[in-house]
């Protein structure tokens, strides 16, 4: 089967620092994406690793060790307008089909 | 900055009736997806679309759905006979430079 584990639910405060983790088991693998969802609104890409390491865009970086099946989507310096739905993918095959995680609710609280 | 774009926004329709729902994806790019959002649940992949033919779909693509791309810009998504459980968001994305650019969604209530 294919499945994408992350914590339903984080909660972190204004200005700090938030870690999501992902493990993954899937029968194919192209690279992690993570992507951010507001309200039920359209998955806004964040970040797509397909080597091992950390990439950084600005306050988000992603990290990937495909030995372990894991990455990890870091938030810095927090802002009340990342509180989110963060979701991990795995693209599953070259066509690109991303297979996506349950999500995790992020509240950033003042 | 381009962008994939759907229309409706919203549609609400009857159990048992067809619906299309569309989409433009980026202009430059060569493969398209469809995937549908249950609210409260995950985004789950519905098909994939290259070179004018299904290139993979899921368990949940049955003979219910189909995908068109007509012209050279609009990419369809067409369910024949709407069932209740057919109620979600439906977004359509497209792939450029290993990113897959989402569309709005299309917000499907079947009543």
């Known amino acids: 089967g294919q499945s994408l584990e992350q914590p339903s639910e984080v909660t972190a405060v204004e200005g700090a620092i938030v870690q999501i983790n992902c493990t993954y088991q899937?029968?194919?693998?192209?690279?992690l994406s993570w992507y951010q969802q507001h309200d039920g609104g359209a998955p806004t890409f964040l970040s797509y690793?397909?080597?091992?390491g950390l990439e950084e865009t600005g306050r988000f970086s992603s990290f990937l060790s495909r030995s372990d099946s894991y990455g990890y989507l870091l938030l810095q310096e927090l802002q009340m307008k990342d509180s989110a739905s963060y979701f991990c993918?795995?693209?599953?095959?070259?066509?690109?089909?991303?297979?996506f995680g349950q999500g995790t609710e992020l509240s950033v609280k003042p | 900055e381009p962008e994939v774009t759907q229309t409706p926004s919203h549609q609400v329709t009857q159990m048992g009736q067809e619906v299309i729902l569309r989409c433009v994806p980026i202009s430059n790019h060569l493969y398209f997806y469809w995937y549908r959002q249950i609210l409260g649940q995950k985004v789950e992949f519905l098909v994939s679309?290259?070179?004018?033919?299904?290139?993979?779909k899921s368990e949940i693509f049955d003979d219910q759905f189909s995908v068109e791309r007509p012209d050279g810009s609009n990419f369809t998504l067409k369910i024949r006979s709407t069932k209740l459980e057919d109620s979600a968001m439906y977004f359509c994305a497209s792939v450029g430079n290993n990113e897959q650019f989402f569309g709005p969604g299309t917000r499907l209530t079947v009543l």
């Open positions: 899937t029968s194919g693998f192209y690279g």
């Open positions: 993918a795995v693209r599953g095959n070259q066509g690109g089909k991303l297979i």
């Open positions: 679309f290259y070179n004018n033919e299904i290139s993979e």
């Open positions: 690793n397909g080597l091992d």
